[in-house]
């Protein structure tokens, strides 16, 4: 039931939200109808769109904006200000991915239409916190669950606003167990609504068939299986039957009656629909929540199986538990005061101190310009974007993202970060830290932003020894050289040339060392270049080809530079290009 990783700006480190996995995002229910205005105030009015935010998004009108592109699950108001959803909509699928400072989940609600334009109808309201299962632990690849489990799939949000004059649809009751069939199935009665994929078999035909463009809300009738059936591998559900609980999970579909090519009349949830509600009527006439849309079967060219629900009456105890422990005061404030000290050249031991209540989780957050933590900026020949005008290219550049640096128990006040770009004597380079804190609820508060001093460095490289021919007697001479040792990474090495003859030295070849990490373990200088098998590893040397050098006899040598600026020149050696080299793509 859920789309591809969402990457609206293609920078996935941007919008790998931790908070949001923004991967819902296109399509409608299969086998359903419109629904009608009656039909939307009648048992729809509750259904809310999910979708992101973030600070300075008016720069971001087509990307992170108002429009139906930028829905990515649903969810169901069941009290003004609380929204019940599935937990793979609110969870990334990578904990320790970075997330942009101002970044938000918001929720849309009031509406049944999700238009594409500047003016968005209904009203749109922050999440202000979100409480995910304790026993959820599943991630989500497509639109099937992966994971230890995929049981308890169910998030509550928490509204920073009253959704004020939007209906709210009541959680089914503990008494109301025979309206949905109580786990022996149900013939009629149930609905699911959403804006999901319309072709249940959308994997076997063309983009612009199984997703277009419509933006209004659909719903379908459809049979809840008993749970028999739901378990059984060699029904409907197939292989993955095996993956359902009962105590967690319920199943339903229209089985598909059409024998033809692409066409499928199979009514259920499908890509985009994760989070919504599937509801039958109670005594009263009134809606009731009865399950949550959460995975499906692979294969079938989609979803053209049974659509698999978290059964809200396995999951109301604790549901109404998390509402009201939302209303009681926090007891946890996050710390104060952070330091760090210089334990090597390129590692800090932050410490902390323990804040006020009770915690079960520390977590370093350290806070980086997207430059820097991209490694170049947004833009630039390194990290590429198309289509984006100046203003949100720079907006990008000004952002900042928390990285996570590692996590504490309670009795933790500390973590040592390595590998950290250093300084060079006289910078002072600062890096920036921020503390989060866990309670028992799972309620989180983040610290304030604090300044820690970067480590220094300002020791030289080991000098490279003079480089050589990889291979004599080559057209293209390509030059090689062994790794140069340093106290902590050399980044760089340049090659530089000098005609026989002439005393000026020209960097013909930037070349990267060894990955050097940045405390996320990412690479800080990841880009091509026009150098060839450039060392991968300790075990590797670098080396780089000669090309678009015009013959002639040169002095050549290398200068290693380390991740702090420190720069130590090697020695020179001859080398004879002995005829114009062009780019390997002059060749024939």
């Not at 999910?50 to 829905?71: C, I, K, M, W, Y």
Request: aromatic share 4%; glycine share 10%; proline share 7%.
């Amino acid at each position: 039931m859920r789309n591809p990783v969402f990457r609206a700006l293609a920078l996935a480190v941007v919008l790998s939200f931790a908070v949001v996995p923004l991967a819902h995002a296109d399509g409608r229910i299969t086998g359903g109808t419109k629904v009608t205005r009656a039909a939307y105030d009648a048992r729809w009015g509750s259904i809310v769109s999910l979708r992101p935010g973030l600070n300075g998004e008016t720069l971001f009108q087509s990307v992170v904006g108002g429009s139906r592109e930028q829905h990515e699950c649903a969810g169901t108001l069941v009290a003004p200000r609380v929204v019940v959803t599935a937990a793979h909509c609110v969870t990334s699928d990578d904990p320790e991915s970075a997330r942009v400072l101002g970044e938000r989940l918001r929720v849309l609600g009031g509406t049944r239409v999700l238009t594409n334009g500047p003016v968005q109808p209904g009203r749109l309201v922050d999440v202000q916190a979100v409480r995910v299962h304790p026993s959820w632990r599943g991630g989500v690849d497509e639109f099937r669950v992966q994971g230890d489990t995929v049981e308890f799939d169910v998030a509550v949000l928490f509204l920073a606003a009253p959704l004020d004059g939007v209906p709210v649809t009541p959680l089914v009751a503990a008494d109301e167990r025979e309206l949905w069939g109580a786990g022996a199935g149900l013939r009629v009665g149930a609905r699911v609504a959403g804006w999901g994929v319309t072709n249940s078999l959308y994997s076997d035909v063309d983009d612009d068939v199984a997703d277009n463009t419509q933006a209004e809300l659909r719903e379908v009738a459809l049979p809840i299986l008993a749970d028999r059936s739901c378990e059984n591998t060699d029904g409907a559900m197939g292989a993955d039957a095996a993956g359902f609980d009962r105590t967690s999970m319920l199943c339903a579909y229209r089985p598909n009656t059409l024998r033809r090519g692409v066409q499928s009349n199979r009514g259920g949830a499908c890509y985009g629909d994760s989070g919504g509600p599937l509801t039958v009527p109670g005594g009263d006439g009134r809606p009731r929540l009865v399950g949550i849309v959460s995975w499906g079967p692979e294969g079938a060219g989609g979803c053209n199986r049974p659509s698999v629900f978290t059964r809200v009456d396995g999951m109301r105890d604790w549901i109404t538990q998390t509402i009201s422990e939302e209303a009681a005061p926090s007891v946890t404030a996050a710390p104060s005061q952070v330091a760090g000290s210089t334990r090597s050249v390129n590692s800090v031991r932050v410490t902390w101190d323990a804040g006020a209540g009770p915690a079960v989780r520390y977590r370093l957050l350290r806070e980086m310009r997207l430059p820097e933590y991209l490694g170049a900026p947004v833009g630039s020949d390194d990290v590429e974007e198309e289509d984006l005008p100046a203003a949100r290219v720079a907006f990008l550049n000004r952002l900042h993202v928390l990285v996570p640096m590692g996590s504490t128990g309670p009795d933790g006040r500390g973590l040592l970060v390595r590998d950290l770009r250093p300084s060079r004597p006289a910078s002072q380079r600062r890096l920036g830290f921020r503390v989060e804190v866990t309670d028992a609820q799972g309620r989180q508060v983040t610290g304030p932003l604090r300044a820690v001093a970067a480590p220094v460095d300002g020791h030289p490289p080991v000098r490279p020894a003079a480089p050589r021919l990889a291979k004599r007697g080559a057209r293209v001479p390509t030059l090689a050289w062994r790794l140069v040792r340093d106290e902590d990474c050399v980044a760089t090495y340049l090659l530089q040339l000098r005609r026989a003859g002439t005393a000026a030295w020209t960097t013909k070849l930037v070349v990267d060392g060894p990955a050097c990490s940045d405390g996320d373990g990412t690479s800080l200088l990841d880009r091509e270049d026009d150098s060839e098998d450039e060392g991968d590893d300790d075990s590797t040397p670098p080396r780089a080809t000669l090309y678009a050098t015009a013959r002639g006899t040169y002095a050549a040598r290398v200068v290693a530079i380390d991740r702090a600026g420190n720069r130590a020149t090697g020695p020179s050696a001859v080398v004879r290009v002995p005829a114009n080299v062009p780019f390997p793509d002059d060749e024939e």
